[in-house]
């Protein structure tokens, strides 16, 4: 199964950019890249994923290595509700079934104001 | 939307009891699935569901059961409640298993077994 490896903690000030870095140098051809938060006593939240191309939505940005063994997620402007654990993940097909998270501990997103 | 709906919220039980934590979504999600999270710990899959009426295990499956037998609902049984089983329960679902959908995830259950 592909690992991931991330930062334990991050600080970042409010509405500046952030840059959470994600290695994983043993992702397959066919793994996605998933990132996901955790805000304080919620369940996980989807927040992008892509597989090889950069990709954007409302919430944030995915820069994905040419060689795809890393990535980044960005937050354009940290806002105090952007304070959360947020997970790096390749899809691990489980017994067949793809589509199986596989958390690791993530990276603590602390935002001062 | 509801979304995913999971009860109860809190619950406590004593060794030895069973109990059942109840899963629902409303978004016609083929593939459903089961993960606990122990303190500063990422969440592990329990058993998940690619749908109705076809469940398998995932990476801590013992002490747990499940059936789908409804797209909504997939329920997980706890057979012989043992501390070892204290943890916050989460519930996902996704259009469907396929690696490039993103899951949407219940509020949790918080266990405790004493």
């Known amino acids: 199964d592909a690992k991931t490896t991330q930062p334990n903690s991050m600080e970042s000030n409010e509405e500046e950019p952030v840059h959470l870095p994600c290695n994983h140098s043993t992702i397959s051809g066919t793994d996605y890249i998933h990132w996901y938060r955790q805000l304080p006593s919620q369940g996980p939240e989807y927040v992008i994923h892509g597989l090889t191309s950069n990709v954007n939505n409302r919430m944030a940005s995915l820069a994905i290595a040419e060689d795809r063994k890393s990535s980044t997620l960005i937050l354009h402007r940290a806002t105090l509700r952007d304070a959360a654990v947020y997970y790096c993940?390749?899809?691990?097909?489980?017994?067949?079934?793809?589509?199986?998270?596989?958390f690791g501990k993530g990276t603590k997103l602390s935002v001062k104001p | 939307n509801a979304g995913v709906t999971q009860t109860p919220k809190f619950q406590v039980l004593k060794t030895g009891q069973s109990m059942t934590l109840q899963c629902a979504q409303d978004m016609n999600h083929e593939y459903m699935s089961w993960y606990r999270q122990d303190p500063g710990m990422g969440l592990r899959l329990i058993h998940y569901s690619v749908g109705a009426g076809i469940t398998d295990q995932g990476e801590v499956p013992n002490g747990y059961n499940v059936s789908r037998s409804t797209t909504e609902d997939f329920p997980l049984r706890l057979l012989s409640a043992a501390p070892s089983q204290t943890s916050v329960y989460f519930c996902a679902s996704s259009y469907s298993s396929s690696s490039n959908q993103p899951q949407h995830f219940g509020d949790g259950t918080r266990l405790s077994i004493l």
């Open positions: 993940i390749l899809i691990w097909n489980y017994g067949g079934s793809q589509g199986n998270l596989i």
